[in-house]
């Protein structure tokens, strides 16, 4: 008995290691991000990304009580109300570097030009405008596909 619990605890780090999420499901067949969206209307675009599924939330940047004392600058010292208004998709996350191309199932792609607190190290935030606030709460929190795009070099 002794012997079987140091077994269980690597395997389970092994497990943590690689990225699994025990007791997560993994998305039925057509869920995953090339399935048909807004964005990708056919829904083939190739093998699907590499990723996992992640927390996903919605934030509107120049929003000071959502950001801080400079709500329209990002952690890479972008403009990000000026981005966002542009039409440019833009999300905060920490599990990446910035400038990676993260594609969202169902949402699509978007560049990471912010950071968000350390406790959210896992999720990704999506930047909407200032005067999207409805859509950002009626966002919510849901779980979604993440994969890496690209990766600036």
């Given amino acids: 008995m002794k012997k079987s619990i140091p077994l269980i605890l ?6 943590l290691w690689m990225g699994y999420e025990i007791g997560v499901p993994a998305p039925a067949p057509g869920d995953g991000p090339r399935s048909a969206s807004v964005d990708n209307p056919g829904g083939v675009a190739g093998p699907p990304l590499p990723g996992r599924i992640r927390e996903v939330t919605a934030y509107n940047v120049g929003v000071r009580r959502q950001t801080d004392d400079r709500p329209c600058l990002g ?3 972008a403009n990000l ?3 966002v208004a542009r039409g440019l998709k833009v999300c905060a996350a920490n599990f990446v570097a910035p400038e990676t191309i993260l ?3 169902g949402y699509g792609e978007c560049v990471v ?3 968000m607190s350390r406790r959210f190290a896992h999720r990704v935030d999506i930047a909407m ?3 999207e606030a ?6 919510g929190l849901q779980r979604r596909h993440v994969g890496v795009k690209a990766v600036r070099p």
Avoid: N
């Avoid at 690597?10 to 497990?15: G, N, Q, T, V, Y």
């Fill in 10 to 15: 690597l395997i389970s780090f092994i497990f």
């Fill in 75 to 77: 952690a890479t010292g």
């Fill in 81 to 83: 109300c000026r981005l």
């Fill in 103 to 105: 594609q969202i199932e």
């Fill in 113 to 115: 030009l912010d950071r």
């Fill in 129 to 131: 405008s200032k005067d």
């Fill in 134 to 139: 409805g859509r950002a709460v009626e966002f």
